[in-house]
Nanobody
Framework: QVQLVESGGGLVQAGGSLRLSCAAS????????MGWYRQAPGNQRELVAT???????NYADSVKGRFTISRDNVKNTVYLQMNSLKPEDTAVYYC???????????WGQGTQVTVSS
């Protein structure tokens, strides 16, 4: 089992910044991918960004140039630095963990990000 604990959400004005954190614990594989997804009311959950244990990153087009994903493999923590936030970034943000050895995703409880115009 893997446990994910997120923090850092909140309310911010458009153009502002927030930093999300997600700490993983439990039976962690050395090779894994962690990432962030988000879900706005009435929408499906969508990819925001992912990062492998080797440091390879992937971003949704809508956040490229504004968001940066990073990780600390010693602390088993992934971060999402969100700059130039827009009202359309408002959503519940979920941390995700996946490893090929287990072949099932794990999800955090979600953290609300609200961007006011």
């Amino acid at each position: 089992q893997v446990q994910l604990v997120e923090s850092g959400g909140g309310l911010v004005q458009a153009g502002g910044s927030l930093r999300l954190s997600c700490a993983a614990s439990g039976r962690l594989a050395s090779i894994n991918t962690m990432g962030w997804y988000r879900q706005a009311p009435g929408n499906q959950r969508e990819l925001v960004a992912t990062i492998t244990s080797g440091g390879t990153t992937n971003y949704a087009d809508s956040v490229k140039g504004r968001f940066t994903i990073s990780r600390d493999n010693v602390k088993n923590t992934v971060y999402l630095q969100m700059n130039s936030l827009k009202p359309e970034d408002t959503a519940v943000y979920y941390c995700n963990y996946y490893s090929g050895s287990v072949r099932r995703p794990y999800w955090g409880q979600g953290t609300q990000v609200t961007v006011s115009s």
